[in-house]
């Protein structure tokens, strides 16, 4: 619940920011869609580079992000089956994750708006996912950019600062 209280407040939710392991949280973060990618036949799979530092990271927060990336991108790609892929790697001060789906894609002229609240193409949601995720990694003094091919297929490559000592 406390993750979407905090959009009604101007300033946001105090985030625990400590070193984290990337992978973990997206481990975990996969748990939520893993039944539902199985039952339609999407499958998934994790590169990770060597070396990936650990980042600065709220644990519950992140996995917010990523569990609606990765809901999103299952949702994206129906009952027919395709790849969600997650690459980790280093990028100089920040981690990069890629979150790559086969799915329906964005077309255009929506791919300025996902990050807006309540905006959605879904006919049920609120459209607050994106606009959670994009909150949430400002905290992070992250970085998300959403490239997509209307009927390809979209990623997301979302950065979060290393933590202090560990590049």
Do not use: C, W
Not at 1 to 14: E, K, M
Not at 109 to 125: D, Q, R, V
């Amino acid at each position: 619940q406390q993750i979407s209280d905090f959009l009604n407040y101007s300033r946001p939710a105090t985030a625990d920011l400590r070193a984290v392991d990337a992978r973990p949280i997206i481990e975990d973060s996969l748990r939520i869609v893993e039944a539902q990618a199985e039952e339609h036949g999407v499958k998934i799979g994790i590169v990770e580079h060597e070396d990936v530092p650990q980042i600065m990271g709220d644990p519950e927060f992140l996995r917010s992000v990523f569990n609606n990336l990765f809901i999103n991108a299952v949702q994206s790609m129906g009952s027919d089956g395709g790849h969600l892929s997650i690459k980790i790697s280093p990028d100089g001060h920040m981690v990069q994750f890629e979150v790559t789906d086969t799915g329906s894609g964005i077309p255009a002229e929506n791919l300025s708006k996902i990050f807006e609240p309540y905006f959605s193409t879904k006919e049920t949601g609120t459209g607050l996912g994106l606009a959670i995720v994009q909150k949430i990694i400002d905290i992070h003094n992250g970085t998300i950019e959403v490239e997509s091919v209307p009927g390809e297929g979209t990623k997301f490559t979302v950065r979060l600062p290393v933590a202090d000592g560990a590049a």
